[in-house]
Nanobody
Framework: QAQLVGSGGGLVQAGGSLRLSCAPS????????MGWFRQAPGKEREFVAA????????SYADSVKGRFTLSRDNAKNTVYLQMNSLKPEDTAVYYC?????????WGQGTQVTVSS
């Protein structure tokens, strides 16, 4: 069964950095757009960042622009979300996503907690 495995979450102080990774298990996602979403307690899941299948194009939520950087290594089938200048409001469960047309795969989620 195809899976996405997200990792790299943890507890960090405000202003700190974390790097999330998302790697596939069971298949490759070479021609899928990849991205991250997050869900804070009591809130809807929201878009964070996405990268095209080639890596040529990226998009970010306004709330993370200039602080987060999304990249992918297609040779390793891995996507990385570098998160700098973290804020308490970035605290959430982060979910990796792979999308192609109407097909979506989701990772299991990784917790990011930013203390003030």
């Amino acid at each position: 069964q195809a899976q996405l495995v997200g990792s790299g979450g943890g507890l960090v102080q405000a202003g700190g950095s974390l790097r999330l990774s998302c790697a596939p298990s069971g298949r490759t996602f070479s021609y899928y757009h990849m991205g991250w979403f997050r869900q804070a307690p009591g809130k809807e899941r929201e878009f964070v960042a996405a990268i095209s299948w080639s890596g040529a194009a990226t998009s970010y939520a306004d709330s993370v622009k200039g602080r987060f950087t999304l990249s992918r290594d297609n040779a390793k089938n891995t996507v990385y979300l570098q998160m700098n200048s973290l804020k308490p409001e970035d605290t959430a469960v982060y979910y990796c996503n792979a999308a192609r047309g109407s097909i979506n795969y989701w990772g299991q989620g990784t917790q990011v907690t930013v203390s003030s």
